[in-house]
């Protein structure tokens, strides 16, 4: 793992990626060749991250249904630590509030 030259960069980006419900994984090289994942487990859910084909790394939480489908979540490297976003507000699609008329010069 490197470090970025500016440590003030680095610390900034950290706290920005605990507090806004960002939470570190594993280390990139956990999951070094398409096809391997690993599992673990995050406030009680299971989230499987891999390695796809594509050699992006991409996470999903596995649905406690029967026969649900794993549902993606947001999935960030930085720094070569993989970081995943179980926030549900992060995850739904917002509609553009339409009504508000704007503000004349």
Do not use: K
Not at 23 to 52: C, K, N, Q, W, Y
Not at 73 to 82: E, F, H, L, P
């Amino acid at each position: 793992m490197t470090v970025p030259p500016d440590d003030r960069v680095f610390r900034r980006e950290m706290a920005t990626a605990y507090r806004s419900g960002w939470h570190f994984i594993d280390l990139v090289t956990a999951i070094p060749h398409r096809g391997d994942s690993l599992m673990v487990t995050l406030f009680g859910e299971p989230v499987i991250v891999a390695r796809e084909e594509d050699e992006d790394v991409r996470a999903y939480r596995c649905l406690r249904r029967p026969r649900g489908a794993p549902q993606p979540v947001r999935c960030a490297i930085r720094y070569g630590m993989i970081f995943v976003n179980l926030d549900q507000r992060d995850h739904q699609l917002v509609e553009p509030d339409t009504t508000a008329t704007p503000r004349s010069a």
